[in-house]
């Protein structure tokens, strides 16, 4: 009996000798991998770093891997001669992008059947020409045959209803319905959500889309808090090799502009709540994975409701007075660069984005 307890307890040891074996190559396997992965991560910032710096880019980059927030950073000045420099928590100006958050709102509406991508622009705007050929997904994808010069207003438009009349007036109309680009489609589109809402396009795009996603750093141009600092838009004078030549004097001489683009372009924010949107377009919070594949079910010339789209990837995109926004990645989020600028630099914000995403991921 003797010997077989002895026997016993060697295969006990034995046993817990493999065990212990195992787990501590086990352990050794995560933490070589934990260290592979911190090494990729800073040869990867130490890449972006130096491609942004010699493309004297300014302004924040964010970078998705794996749906998570990978890397985020600032660069340059947001006001080079005040020595204000550029932080992830200031809000830019982020242009067209704001157009793929009007479409949410449609997109929702939609959902909520208070409107159809089907209807026509004779029952809320009766007096537009050919009105009654245009459909609600015309103007989201483009194709309305509305045109109007990016042009700003000789005054400050106040008031909603003026951001409207003033569209209204200096649009045109053809009966062709072949993509072609403009803030008017959008601006319409806002003032049909008020129709329909019975709200103002902010207090209905602050009550679906800022409240629920607690988005701290999102403003609309009129709403901006007077502590906020808004980053000064430069250019890079290649030729003398000269960074912060001003493209605008100041924010204030801009805001007639602003003014005009109701739905389409007058929107503020950072980084990270331009991240936390994109996330929502699928995730339930804003929209679910069926409702944003019947926002985008038609695309026109690669374009649907304020999105690029191609073979499962999307660029979200908008340039305005020097700032420029990219989001570039998969339509699922699993990977995202998030670029905004107040200098673009030598290299244009798509190519940095396809560059940094490239490296990401591979």
């Known amino acids: 009996m003797k010997k077989m307890s002895i026997v016993a307890s060697i295969c006990v040891l034995l046993v817990l000798g493999i065990v212990y074996w195992f787990q501590q190559k086990e352990t050794a396997a995560a933490v070589s991998a934990q260290q592979g992965e911190e090494k990729k991560k800073q040869e990867m910032t ?11 880019f300014k302004g924040t980059v964010l970078l998705v891997k794996n749906r998570e927030n990978y890397y985020e950073q600032a660069y340059g000045y947001a006001n080079k001669e005040q020595k204000i420099k550029n932080s992830v ?9 704001q157009k793929s958050m009007t479409a949410i709102l449609v997109e929702q509406l939609v959902s909520e059947g208070k409107i159809s991508y089907k209807e026509t622009l004779d029952k809320f705007y009766p007096d537009i020409d050919y009105a009654d050929q245009i459909t609600i997904r015309d103007l989201l994808n483009q194709s309305s045959g509305i045109d109007m010069d990016e042009i700003a207003p000789a005054k400050l438009l106040t008031s909603q209803r003026e951001q409207l009349d003033f569209v209204l007036s200096e649009m045109t109309v053809t009966e062709d319905h072949s993509f072609l680009y403009t803030n008017a489609n959008y601006t319409l589109l806002a003032g049909i959500l008020s129709m329909v809402s019975g709200k103002s396009y902010e207090e209905l795009f602050t009550q679906r889309i800022i409240q629920p996603l607690h988005l ?10 007077e502590k906020e600092t808004v980053p000064l838009s430069y250019v890079y004078d290649e030729a003398e090799e000269v960074d912060y030549v001003p493209f605008w004097d100041s924010f204030p001489d801009s805001k007639p502009l602003f003014s005009s683009l109701l739905g389409a372009g007058n929107l503020f924010m950072s980084a990270s709540d331009l991240w936390r949107v994109q996330k929502a377009m699928k995730n339930g919070r804003l929209l679910t994975e069926d409702r944003y594949a019947e926002m985008t079910d038609i695309v026109t010339a690669g374009y649907s409701s ?3 789209l191609s073979d499962g990837q999307k660029v979200v995109s ?3 007075g020097g700032y420029t926004t990219m989001v570039y990645g998969e339509e699922t989020n699993e990977n995202l660069v998030i670029l905004i600028s107040n200098q673009q630099g030598i290299l244009d914000t798509g190519s940095l984005a396809e560059s940094i995403y490239e490296a990401m991921t591979h």
Do not use: C, I, N, R
């Not at 130490?46 to 004297?56: G, Q």
């Open 318 to 320: 908008g340039s305005l």
């Open 46 to 56: 130490l890449f972006v770093d130096d491609l942004l710096k010699e493309s004297h």
């Open 306 to 308: 304020g999105l690029w």
């Open 89 to 97: 928590e200031m809000a830019y100006p982020v242009a067209s992008v």
């Open 216 to 225: 701290g750093e999102t403003y609309f141009w009129d709403q901006l808090p």
